[in-house]
């Protein structure tokens, strides 16, 4: 078992920044891919990035490119996302996801552990 904790939300202007933490406990951290997910009222849970458990590979989706940034320490089981530049449609709840895994993968149904996710609130 793995159990994801996440922290760092909150309510930030258009154009502001945020940083979002994800500490993981249990099973070996090093052996799983995380991701970074987000679900708006209404709408389906989103692929927003991930990362392999090296940190030498990660991928973001095209909505976040250049202004997302998402890093791990596996000294301190942490996975972290950087968000830069926040639109209103970047509002949603964030999650954080983990598989145990080589290969980033998208779908969330691959990921199987999740934590309570983090609200992220964008003001215009």
């Known amino acids: 078992q793995v159990q994801l904790v996440e922290s760092g939300g909150g309510l930030v202007q258009a154009g502001g920044s945020l940083r979002l933490s994800c500490a993981a406990s249990?099973?070996?951290?090093?052996?799983?891919?995380m991701g970074w997910f987000r679900q708006a009222p209404g709408k389906e849970r989103e692929f927003v990035t991930a990362?392999?458990?090296?940190?030498?590979?990660?991928y973001y989706a095209e909505s976040v490119k250049g202004r997302f940034t998402i890093s791990r320490d596996n000294s301190k089981n942490t996975v972290y996302l950087q968000m830069n530049s926040l639109k209103p449609e970047n509002t949603a709840v964030y999650y954080c996801a983990a598989y145990r895994g080589m290969i980033i993968t998208t779908p969330p149904e691959r990921y199987d552990y999740w934590g309570q996710g983090t609200q992220v609130t964008v003001s215009s």
């Open positions: 990362i392999t458990w090296s940190g030498g590979s990660t």
């Open positions: 249990g099973r070996t951290f090093t052996m799983y891919v």
